[in-house]
Structure formats: C-alpha cells, structure tokens
C-alpha cells in the first residue's frame, strides 16, 4: 500500500521558519513528480514547489527565495524548508507523487498525504 505521510507543520510567528516532511512508503519514489500543494480555507488547492523526474524544481512566485524543496531518495523522503513564513502562507500543506508527464495541477497527482496544517500568525 503507498503511503505519503507528511509532519512538520505548526504555529509560527511571521518570519519563522518550518521544515515539513513527507516520508512515502510502499513504492520508492525517487522517478516520480513530487510535488507540495496547499489549500487555505476557501480557497482551491495550489501547486507550492514541485521536483520534476528529481532534476528540475519549480516554486510558485510566492514563495521564490522562501521555501526550498529538497529530497532524500536513500529516506525515501521529501521535504519543504519554508523561511520567513507570512500570514499569506497559512493553509493545509499536501505533499503529492505522481508518475505521469504533468506536474502543475492537482488532477496530475496519483497519491497524497494526509495534509498538514502551517499557521503564520502575524
């Protein structure tokens, strides 16, 4: 059974910083889209920054020179560094693979994790 499990979320005060983790398990990742996706209440789920075939990263405009996608194939494990955190920021964090050629939406991703939830207080 694959499994994405993500960790790491919490209430931070504006120009924090957190590190989210998303262990995935029943599958080895490493040829796949991952991708971290947020939703804020009302708001459709957003693509944050994704690593393409483990080679090319994308980030949202947002968060350029914030947030850093990284990964670790040996964990079997991604990660989202996200620093100098804005209230803007607060939602449900998602991380999501994928073997298909898309990467941007969410309808591209076969599997999710159950979400975590980032707090920016202001």
């Known amino acids: 059974q694959v499994q994405l499990v993500e960790s790491g979320g919490g209430l931070v005060q504006t120009g924090g910083s957190l590190r989210l983790s998303c262990a995935a398990s029943?599958?080895?990742?490493?040829?796949?889209?991952m991708g971290w996706f947020r939703q804020a209440p009302g708001k459709e789920r957003e693509l944050v920054a994704a690593?393409?075939?483990?080679?090319?990263?994308y980030y949202t405009d947002s968060v350029k020179g914030r947030f850093t996608f990284s990964r670790d194939v040996a964990q079997n494990t991604v990660y989202l560094q996200m620093n100098n955190l804005k209230p803007e920021d607060t939602a449900v964090y998602y991380c999501a693979a994928t073997y298909s050629g898309g990467y941007s939406l969410p309808s591209d991703y076969d599997y999710w994790g159950q979400g975590t939830q980032v707090t920016v207080s202001s």
């Open positions: 029943g599958r080895t990742f490493s040829n796949y889209h």
């Open positions: 690593i393409k075939w483990a080679v090319y990263t």
